[in-house]
């Protein structure tokens, strides 16, 4: 049974810092590409970050280059976001996501951004 279960979310002041987690289980994590998605109320989902299977190629949005990392371990099936300098417009429910052959998506965790 594939799962993707997203952890560390929350509510944080402006300006603060939060470290997502992603595990996986249930395919061939190392040879899958993954990503973290996020979507605000009213809002399309849009690509925050990604990473390619072996950890070399990195990609971000425009909107948070320079404030979050994306980063994996392959031993712990785990993708990790961390976001620095937080601001209330990236408040969303953030997704990871899983991609090769097939897409696999987790279902999402809150993060608050607000004084």
């Known amino acids: 049974q594939v799962q993707l279960v997203e952890s560390g979310g929350g509510l944080v002041q402006p300006g603060g810092s939060l470290r997502l987690s992603c595990a996986a289980s249930?395919?061939?994590?190392?040879?899958?590409?993954m990503s973290w998605y996020r979507q605000a109320p009213g809002k399309e989902r849009e690509l925050v970050a990604g990473i390619s299977s072996g950890g070399g190629d990195l990609n971000y949005a425009d909107s948070v280059k320079g404030r979050f990392t994306i980063s994996r371990d392959n031993a712990k099936n785990t993708v990790y976001l961390q976001m620095n300098s937080l601001k209330p417009e990236d408040t969303a429910v953030y997704y990871c996501?899983?991609?090769?052959?097939?897409?696999?998506w987790g279902q999402g965790i809150q993060v608050t951004v607000s004084s």
């Open positions: 996501k899983a991609l090769r052959l097939w897409t696999y």
């Open positions: 249930g395919f061939s994590f190392s040879s899958y590409a």
